[in-house]
């Protein structure tokens, strides 16, 4: 089988075995392979390329995606898995762990704190969106430990920071109430913080 190359958008070189396209490398990756014009490359060598493709490509859309957010291992692996399968990703995935790209402790802090300083998510709900994202219980839990957690006040919080015009009718005051229970407060907790702002729970 011979192998040819044509120039593509950008850093991108399309190739072709026996004139017929088979898969697109970024140039430099192209450059480096050892191959050049019209070589003769066999089966073997075609599936080790395919392969190192595989994984360069996975791990620069990786890179991309967390220049634009953090994201935790399982997360992100999930993501590469859906476009490059199982091995690219799981490689490029551990490449960005060794160069600590990725570190589920460090974005489990930082999500974490987010969901409950700017969302006001209460820790339950806050542990089930850690746990979805795939990060280990252990470092989920001692993260949740170090939040000062305060349901009721925090709801109260809410309650007048937000929706104080919003408790006149029985039908406001129930779809708050439906919202404080998404976001993770128990419904005894809710009714606490509604006695203490002096608003009649919905029936």
């Not at 950008?10 to 697109?24: A, F, P, Q, R, S």
């Not at 080790?48 to 692996?77: D, H, N, V």
């Amino acid at each position: 089988m011979k192998i040819t190359s044509k120039p593509g958008n950008g850093n991108k070189v399309h190739i072709y075995i026996d004139n017929e396209y088979t898969l697109t490398l970024y140039d430099d990756f192209w450059y480096r392979s050892g191959y050049s014009e019209g070589q003769e490359i066999s089966d073997d060598e075609l599936a080790s390329l395919k392969e190192e493709a595989g994984f360069r490509s996975a791990y620069e859309k990786g890179i991309k995606y967390l220049s634009m957010r953090a994201y935790s291992e399982r997360e992100l692996y999930n993501k590469l898995k859906m476009k490059f399968g199982d091995d690219a990703s799981r490689r490029a995935v551990d490449k960005m762990l060794r160069l600590g790209y990725i570190n589920d402790e460090e974005f489990c802090r930082e999500y974490a704190k987010y969901l409950f300083e700017v969302k006001k998510y209460d820790i339950k709900r806050i542990s089930y969106e850690l746990k979805s994202k795939g990060i280990d219980s252990e470092i989920a839990d001692n993260t949740l430990k170090t939040l000062d957690n305060e349901p009721i006040q925090r709801i109260i919080d809410v309650l007048r920071s937000k929706y104080e015009r919003n408790l006149e009718t029985e039908k406001d005051r129930k779809r708050l109430v439906n919202r404080f229970i998404r976001m993770g407060y128990s419904y005894r907790d809710i009714k606490d913080a509604f006695y203490e702002v002096g608003v009649e729970m919905p029936q």
